[in-house]
């Protein structure tokens, strides 16, 4: 029997900086560059994701804010048997919204989109 797969990463590229509105959190501006967003799946963990890949969906968490806002590619997808804000605080990288998918988070991890720097690239 395989690992259960319970956590995920969107690995984000934003070519040019930008202000966007995730939600009720408000607007943010988000500089050029890499962003990781760790997230979770009781079930299903599949479905989650494809759901994140589509562009036409109803925006229900932050998550679809930042990845409906022009200018943003999901450009690569990662599966963990880790649990979610230990994967996330192993991203490293800096807080820039407060908040941000964590409004469950019992870990304190303030946020669970890391912004990692302009000198990363998707490329």
């Known amino acids: 029997m ?3 797969l319970i956590s995920y990463q969107l690995w984000i590229a934003l070519r040019q900086p930008r202000t966007i509105t995730i ?3 408000g607007e943010f501006n988000f500089p050029a560059g890499v962003y990781v967003y760790t997230g979770s799946a009781k079930s299903n963990i599949e479905a989650r994701i494809a759901r994140h890949c589509r562009r ?3 925006l229900r968490w932050h998550i679809d ?3 409906a806002a022009e200018g943003v590619e999901l450009f690569c997808v990662g599966r963990s048997a880790r ?3 230990a994967l996330n ?3 490293g990288g800096e807080v820039l919204v407060p908040g941000f ?3 469950d988070c ?3 991890c303030r946020s669970h989109l890391r912004y990692l720097g302009a000198k990363r690239t998707a490329d």
């Open 23 to 25: 939600g009720r959190l």
């Open 2 to 4: 395989g690992t259960k």
């Open 83 to 85: 649990g979610e804000c």
């Open 106 to 108: 019992r870990k304190d």
């Open 65 to 67: 804010y930042l990845l």
């Open 89 to 91: 605080r192993a991203a």
């Open 101 to 103: 998918g964590a409004s």
């Open 56 to 58: 036409d969906k109803t």
